[in-house]
């Protein structure tokens, strides 16, 4: 590195000497106390393990579909502490990780798809008005953007395909000028905007208020109280717990990346640790050379991409671009922090916000994100149907857990709906492998994914195997 160079990546990291490691969205003085823990054996009718947005969905649309229908979720810690509260609060209503991914995999079912996506995030919306769910919901959109002359490119491409499909109501293409006139970076080559796709949120305070909402119609939550084993009993299930244990007729289980209590389902996903920033907030100078007056979410169209947003108070979360798997999928605290991942995200903010020299990151962060090999969420049921799951929403899960948990409820009934009819819902993705293999194919996927973005975007041929096996890793 040049000596220029080395002077600028120690500015850079200044800017990192008052971050603290913790979620930005979990350091609140506002947090609520965690609900007490189960104590003795209970009964229910409904038992939802899980206190994500997965769990909180499932355990408030059972009670507004059925009111008297007996409640009870149990979350292994508090409620939104892991990857609910510390994500970037991007509120997507696509359900297939985005519209590329959900045409290439079900290209005949890819408009129902999206009506339903459309319909879940109005509901996330209806939902926050109906139950003053205090999370600083933003209906904003999202720009994707291009940062190279090859991804612009693609984009102006990608828009033609989707236009000839009938799938662009909303989206806009947006060339070098007209994306900087939303938001100024000298890096911005061209742009997707996607007008009302995309929500954002604060992430925790949708979690704690979803909580609240639960226990107002009559949820029993008990927090710091894992769910240690599940099997049959009876005509129903039983749940052990630590200090107890509780008996339901029905079980859904919203675990996502930890160990599914149905253990054959637990090779389909992996953890990939994500790291993001957050600003001190910028003042009306800081923010006015900037622009982003319209307040979008952005993310940029590299294989190992940076998704950006603002706060409620002005502040810049930046995440993204390394993508991490513990050897053995392991999910362990330790991997919440990484500086060297912090020092590499604060080079690419200044080199994508250069007019924002001197901002000071106020908190650093990791967390798992659970993973499948198609990228988006799979459901399915066990013994007998009285149990059913939903896991592997691969970080785009804030929206898409609502309409998991509408799956999940469906299953359970065993209604046959326009959800479980979806070949998405009926059929699985592929398994990872056992190590080392499934280590090594991560690997090796990475570091093709890296050469594509330093070579044009043109993919080697272990990406294009993977394209033809159907597995397609594209981020």
């Given at each position: 590195?040049?000596?220029?160079?080395?002077?600028?990546?120690?500015?850079?990291?200044?800017?990192?000497?008052?971050?603290?490691?913790?979620?930005?969205?979990?350091?609140?003085?506002?947090?609520?106390?965690?609900?007490?823990?189960?104590?003795?054996?209970?009964?229910?009718?409904?038992?939802?393990?899980?206190?994500?947005?997965?769990?909180?969905?499932?355990?408030?649309?059972?009670?507004?579909?059925?009111?008297?229908?007996?409640?009870?979720?149990?979350?292994?810690?508090?409620?939104?502490?892991?990857?609910?509260?510390?994500?970037?609060?991007?509120?997507?209503?696509?359900?297939?990780?985005?519209?590329?991914?959900?045409?290439?995999?079900?290209?005949?079912?890819?408009?129902?798809?999206?009506?339903?996506?459309?319909?879940?995030?109005?509901?996330?919306?209806?939902?926050?008005?109906?139950?003053?769910?205090?999370?600083?919901?933003?209906?904003?959109?999202?720009?994707?953007?291009?940062?190279?002359?090859?991804?612009?490119?693609?984009?102006?491409?990608?828009?033609?395909?989707?236009?000839?499909?009938?799938?662009?109501?909303?989206?806009?293409?947006?060339?070098?000028?007209?994306?900087?006139?939303?938001?100024?970076?000298?890096?911005?080559?061209?742009?997707?905007?996607?007008?009302?796709?995309?929500?954002?949120?604060?992430?925790?305070?949708?979690?704690?208020?979803?909580?609240?909402?639960?226990?107002?119609?009559?949820?029993?939550?008990?927090?710091?109280?894992?769910?240690?084993?599940?099997?049959?009993?009876?005509?129903?299930?039983?749940?052990?717990?630590?200090?107890?244990?509780?008996?339901?007729?029905?079980?859904?289980?919203g675990t996502n990346i930890f160990p599914s209590l149905v253990k054959r389902v637990r090779s389909y996903t992996v953890p990939v640790y994500d790291y993001a920033l957050m600003t001190e907030p910028l003042t009306a100078e800081q923010l006015a050379s900037v622009g982003w007056r319209n307040r979008q979410g952005l993310g940029d169209s590299a294989n190992q991409f940076h998704y950006f947003r603002l706060s409620a108070d002005n502040r810049v979360l930046w995440g993204g671009y390394d993508a991490i798997y513990p050897y053995g999928g392991r999910v362990r605290a330790e991997y919440d922090d990484r500086p060297e991942t912090y020092a590499k995200l604060a080079g690419h903010f200044f080199t994508c916000f250069p007019q924002l020299e001197g901002v000071r990151f106020t908190h650093a962060w990791g967390g798992a994100i659970d993973t499948c090999s198609r990228f988006s969420a799979f459901f399915g049921t066990a013994h007998q149907g009285k149990v059913a799951y939903a896991a592997g929403y691969t970080g785009l899960g804030v929206g898409a857990t609502r309409f998991g948990a509408e799956v999940m409820l469906d299953l359970l009934s065993g209604e046959r709906t326009e959800r479980t009819e979806l070949r998405m819902v009926r059929r699985k993705p592929l398994p990872f492998p056992p190590e080392p293999f499934a280590w090594t194919g991560i690997a090796l996927t990475k570091w093709s994914l890296a050469r594509a973005d330093a070579h044009g975007g043109r993919r080697n041929l272990w990406l294009r195997t993977m394209d033809r096996l159907g597995l397609g890793f594209d981020s």
């Open positions: 590195m040049a000596p220029s160079a080395m002077s600028r990546s120690n500015d850079w990291t200044k800017s990192l000497s008052d971050a603290q490691p913790v979620p930005y969205w979990l350091d609140d003085p506002g947090r609520p106390r965690p609900q007490p823990a189960l104590t003795g054996a209970d009964t229910c009718d409904l038992l939802v393990v899980g206190g994500g947005y997965s769990g909180l969905w499932t355990a408030l649309i059972a009670k507004e579909r059925d009111p008297g229908r007996d409640v009870v979720l149990l979350e292994g810690r508090e409620v939104g502490w892991a990857a609910s509260g510390r994500n970037g609060g991007f509120c997507a209503a696509s359900l297939t990780h985005g519209l590329s991914n959900g045409l290439a995999r079900w290209p005949d079912e890819i408009h129902r798809l999206q009506e339903l996506g459309a319909r879940n995030l109005d509901g996330i919306e209806a939902a926050v008005a109906r139950h003053d769910l205090d999370c600083d919901f933003e209906r904003t959109g999202e720009i994707d953007v291009a940062t190279e002359p090859y991804q612009a490119r693609e984009l102006k491409g990608w828009y033609e395909e989707i236009r000839a499909e009938g799938l662009a109501d909303g989206v806009e293409y947006l060339d070098a000028e007209a994306v900087r006139e939303q938001v100024d970076s000298p890096t911005f080559r061209a742009g997707l905007y996607d007008h009302r796709g995309v929500a954002m949120v604060n992430p925790a305070k949708l979690a704690w208020n979803l909580k609240r909402a639960c226990l107002a119609l009559g949820v029993r939550v008990h927090e710091n109280t894992p769910a240690l084993t599940l099997r049959p009993y009876g005509a129903g299930m039983a749940v052990r717990t630590p200090y107890g244990g509780v008996r339901a007729r029905t079980v859904a289980l």
